[in-house]
């Protein structure tokens, strides 16, 4: 089959299109022939090695990527079941995290995928686990947002962010959603009650105050964000544009969790979806918010698997549009 590999820490350029044999399921797996793949941050860290002290914690793999093909979510259909599995049979489409994703077949773990919505294509699938399940988390788990609140999601047009307005505006928040000017028309038909250009706005200095803020960005520093909390607001961050190669986006999430001990705010780091974390009750929740209609993954920019490290540099430079996808089949 033709895979991706990621053999080596590096820029996108180590990235290699090359032949290998089909992986094989074991117990409680299943092999998915993959139709399309999507790319997160998640994807470039592993293939770069960032930030070093992931390396350390297991998270990256200490020398070399953990995985030798590269990519998590997929979307495809159920070729074959290892022993123990039920209720995926050959031919089920399906959409999850999928180690080894950016390949013509995948393994995964049977309990971290899920049956495709018959409205969503491969493409549009393939978009859902990664950055739905955090955007879920964010906004209903760590965030607990209810009917009513003010809540304002930054970075609203990425690919987290457009998964998290569309399920804040399904809980019946009242959402103001933050990006670029050309994707302000995007955020607005995705639910955003509100939408700031932040080229022409700072929302930490306009005079509005928000039950929840989703922060995906991360170029305003913790105390800058509490300015445009209420007295008992919340602010949940993403780790998005974490500085630096040693600790990255686990120092963002230390400091926040320190600077919660110290003021009224209440400030929640996501734990992010990853095939290592519990999954499976999100991934199903995302589909049926999916199913009923009221949230549908936004996909930006397609790439075919041989562009794949094209693909990786777009998304890398933190521009996305919705998701980038590669196509498959």
Not at 218 to 231: E, Q, S
Request: charged share 20%.
């Amino acid at each position: 089959m033709k895979a991706v590999l990621q053999e080596r820490f590096g820029p996108p350029g180590t990235l290699r299109l090359r032949e290998i044999d089909p992986p094989r399921p074991a117990t409680g797996q299943v092999l998915v022939r993959v139709h399309a793949a999507a790319l997160n941050p998640y994807d470039w860290h592993m293939m770069r090695g960032d930030p070093y002290a992931a390396r350390l914690l297991g998270g990256t793999g200490l020398t070399r990527p953990k995985s030798r093909v590269a990519g998590i979510d997929a979307a495809g259909v159920v070729e074959s079941a290892g022993p123990g599995v039920e209720g995926l049979p050959p031919g089920t489409p399906v959409l999850g995290f999928c180690p080894g994703a950016f390949a013509e077949y995948a393994c995964a773990t049977a309990e971290l995928v899920t049956p495709k919505p018959e409205r969503l294509t491969f493409r549009q699938a393939a978009a859902v686990p990664m950055a739905g399940v955090t955007a879920l988390r964010g906004i209903r788990t760590v965030g607990r947002v209810r009917a009513g609140q003010r809540v304002l999601v930054n970075g609203a047009g990425g690919g987290v962010g457009t998964f998290a307005v569309q399920i804040a505006a399904a809980l019946d928040a009242e959402v103001t959603g933050v990006c670029s000017a050309g994707n302000t028309e995007l955020v607005r038909s995705l639910g955003a009650a509100h939408v700031i250009d932040y080229t022409r706005e700072d929302f930490t200095t306009a005079r509005a105050r928000y039950d929840v803020i989703l922060d995906n960005v991360g170029t305003h520093p913790p105390g800058r964000l509490r300015r445009a909390l209420t007295p008992a607001g919340v602010l949940v961050a993403n780790g998005g544009g974490s500085p630096g190669r040693v600790f990255g986006a686990i120092g963002s999430m230390l400091r926040v969790a320190a600077l919660d001990t110290v003021t009224r705010h209440r400030l929640r780091p996501i734990v992010p979806a990853t095939p290592a974390g519990p999954a499976h009750e999100d991934l199903l929740a995302v589909t049926a918010l999916i199913e009923t209609g009221r949230v549908t993954p936004v996909v930006g920019r397609t790439h075919p698997l041989a562009d794949t490290a094209e693909a990786m540099r777009h998304v890398e430079a933190g521009h996305s549009r919705g998701k980038t996808v590669i196509t498959v089949r």
